[in-house]
């Protein structure tokens, strides 16, 4: 059974959503994984924003503007009483959900709790319009069977343990629907994969059904060799291996979730990336294989610390770096790029919750620089470094480029820089002129 997921957009309007219906009813069974509607996430976590702050009132106006515009979604996207009628209940009780958390203690849960109610609102929409369709779709609550662990990290073994009994019991529908993002922690309280989760959700079912394709459909067409918000001439991209994208994901490709890839390439299930405006084009399917071509695309990523930690001790002191890889391991914090010499060390994060005590600590171990918006920019291919003189050809795009850290040589796929923010697009341009739009 092949696995599809609709994103925000796809799903963004009751046209949107009667678009998905005509295109998954073929009559084949499929599972199909939804995104909350388009803007939703964001509102609510506004809400929740203004709820941590004890803004009472103003969570209220949002909440009741978000409500009027769901009302507004049911009356366009049905047509009989009955369906509408339905459609008002799950509105109903879903923002009775959300009204619940604005008197009284307002915490994590709370907040978790209000972010599902996008995806549980969207799900339970769309199977009500299968239906009133004549189209025979069941809807598979992902709180029965989407698991993340103490680390948060998915739990794929339970996931596929619980799936099974759960698909069972739905009986031999022909279009499974549920909700991406959601899942339920260690502490069986609800929670979700990060923003943009959704992507993840369908590839972990994915794997845990053994599926024979995990489909993303957004509403562009697949990966591009370069970012086209920023650089003109971009080229789609056919083809890429798991690596291959899950660097260019890792590293700011906004069209698929970093985590992806990583439960599909475990079961060697193929992803491929549709777009529901133009859905016969069959765009970016990401296999075991990559088809060979050297440098194939660039990926930037924003909003990045660097710190360079010069060590207090002498040369040749040995358990200087695993001091402070030990710090940012404490804090549970991952490192993206690394470069050293005897005395330093540089490394980047994404995640700056808690910079703060991550620099109180390291603080011990030496001088420690901070630099904040940086950019990585991350250039993916199948990189057969020693033969091709690439690294001259990337450097000799960058000339002139103020280039505060280098990491090449890591793995065959891959070779980063570090720019400050405010050379990205200059940067982006350079690679695209110079690199991945040359003949020479
Ligand atoms: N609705 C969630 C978000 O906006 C998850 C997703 O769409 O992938 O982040
Ligand atoms: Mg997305």
């Known amino acids: 059974?092949?696995?599809?997921?609709?994103?925000?957009?796809?799903?963004?309007?009751?046209?949107?959503?009667?678009?998905?219906?005509?295109?998954?009813?073929?009559?084949?069974?499929?599972?199909?994984?939804?995104?909350?509607?388009?803007?939703?996430?964001?509102?609510?976590?506004?809400?929740?924003?203004?709820?941590?702050?004890?803004?009472?009132?103003?969570?209220?106006?949002?909440?009741?503007?978000?409500?009027?515009?769901?009302?507004?979604?049911?009356?366009?996207?049905?047509?009989?009483?009955?369906?509408?009628?339905?459609?008002?209940?799950?509105?109903?009780?879903?923002?009775?959900?959300?009204?619940?958390?604005?008197?009284?203690?307002?915490?994590?849960?709370?907040?978790?709790?209000?972010?599902?109610?996008?995806?549980?609102?969207?799900?339970?929409?769309?199977?009500?319009?299968?239906?009133?369709?004549?189209?025979?779709?069941?809807?598979?609550?992902?709180?029965?069977?989407?698991?993340?662990?103490?680390?948060?990290?998915?739990?794929?073994?339970?996931?596929?343990?619980?799936?099974?009994?759960?698909?069972?019991?739905?009986?031999?529908?022909?279009?499974?629907?549920?909700?991406?993002?959601?899942?339920?922690?260690?502490?069986?309280?609800?929670?979700?994969?990060?923003?943009?989760?959704?992507?993840?959700?369908?590839?972990?079912?994915?794997?845990a059904i053994d599926s024979e394709e995990i489909q993303i459909w957004t509403d562009i067409d697949g990966f591009h060799n370069n970012d086209p918000r920023f650089v003109e001439n971009t080229r789609k991209i056919d083809q890429l291996s798991f690596t291959e994208a899950a660097e260019l994901a890792y590293f700011g490709a906004k069209i698929l979730h970093p985590q992806t890839v990583l439960p599909a390439r475990v079961q060697n299930i193929p992803v491929r990336l549709k777009n529901t405006m133009n859905p016969s084009d069959s765009r970016t399917l990401i296999t075991e294989e990559s088809d060979g071509t050297e440098i194939k695309a660039v990926a930037a990523k924003d909003c990045i610390d660097t710190t360079k930690t010069r060590s207090g001790r002498m040369l040749m002191a040995y358990g200087f770096l695993k001091n402070v890889f030990g710090v940012f391991e404490k804090y549970k914090t991952p490192i993206d790029m690394i470069t050293t010499s005897e005395v330093a060390i540089s490394l980047t994060i994404d995640n700056t919750k808690y910079l703060k005590e991550i620099l109180e600590e390291i603080e011990v171990f030496g001088n420690v620089q901070v630099d904040s918006e940086m950019t990585i920019v991350c250039i993916v291919g199948d990189i057969i470094s020693e033969e091709k003189g690439f690294a001259s050809k990337v450097f000799n795009a960058l000339d002139g480029i103020p280039i505060r850290m280098i990491s090449y040589g890591g793995s065959r796929f891959n070779i980063s820089v570090l720019v400050p923010t405010t050379h990205k697009k200059v940067t982006l341009q350079a690679i695209s002129d110079k690199v991945l739009n040359s003949n020479s």
Do not use: W
Request: net charge negative.
């Open 1 to 207: 059974m092949k696995v599809l997921k609709f994103g925000g957009t796809s799903v963004g309007s009751p046209e949107n959503m009667r678009a998905v219906m005509e295109l998954i009813a073929d009559g084949e069974q499929k599972l199909v994984v939804l995104s909350a509607m388009s803007g939703t996430t964001n509102a609510l976590v506004e809400i929740s924003n203004y709820l941590h702050k004890k803004n009472k009132d103003t969570a209220c106006v949002h909440i009741g503007s978000l409500e009027a515009k769901y009302k507004k979604v049911i009356n366009d996207l049905f047509t009989s009483d009955e369906s509408k009628k339905k459609g008002v209940q799950i509105i109903k009780s879903s923002f009775e959900t959300i009204r619940s958390f604005t008197s009284g203690i307002f915490n994590e849960v709370g907040e978790n709790t209000i972010l599902a109610q996008g995806e549980l609102i969207s799900t339970q929409l769309f199977t009500e319009f299968m239906h009133e369709n004549g189209h025979d779709a069941k809807l598979l609550p992902a709180l029965d069977f989407m698991l993340i662990d103490e680390d948060k990290s998915a739990d794929l073994p339970q996931i596929r343990k619980k799936i099974q009994p759960v698909i069972e019991a739905a009986g031999d529908a022909t279009y499974f629907i549920t909700q991406g993002f959601i899942c339920v922690n260690a502490n069986g309280d609800i929670d979700n994969l990060q923003r943009g989760g959704s992507d993840y959700t369908a590839s972990l079912i994915g794997a």
